[in-house]
Nanobody, 123 residues
Framework: VQLQASGGGLVQAGGSLRLSCAAS????????MGWFRQTPGKEREFVAG????????YYEDSVKGRFTISRDNARNTVYLQLNSLKPEDTAVYYC?????????????????WGRGTLVTVSS
């Protein structure tokens, strides 16, 4: 499966963005999807995951209540709604596809990665 993330940009603190990740291939609906983020000099960190049918979601603690992951299997797309953004949310955001449950926060659990999209939050 090939993934392409989009929707990043520059936003002020407290603002919102919606990231999208479009997938190619007929097996998208069988994958757990995840969003990760990375800043220079740091390891890529888990942000959110969603299982194949969207019934189970999992979030990293710092984004709970602010970010929402969702998917539309008919459109082969996974979304990440980012609300109440903070400067520390600034990062390159990546989407990924894997076969493990949505609470798998390890990069090793995802076999397919898209190119990232940059989110910059100004204070």
């Amino acid at each position: 499966v090939q993934l392409q993330a989009s929707g990043g940009g520059l936003v002020q603190a407290g603002g919102s963005l919606r990231l999208s990740c479009a997938a190619s291939g007929r097996t998208f609906s069988s994958y757990t999807m995840g969003w990760f983020r990375q800043t220079p000099g740091k390891e890529r960190e888990f942000v959110a995951g969603i299982d194949w049918n969207g019934r189970s979601t999992y979030y990293e603690d710092s984004v709970k209540g602010r970010f929402t992951i969702s998917r539309d299997n008919a459109r082969n797309t996974v979304y990440l709604q980012l609300n109440s953004l903070k400067p520390e949310d600034t990062a390159v955001y990546y989407c990924a596809a894997g076969r493990y449950p949505s609470n798998n926060a390890q990069t090793s659990g995802y076999g397919y990665w898209g190119r990232g999209t940059l989110v910059t939050v100004s204070s």
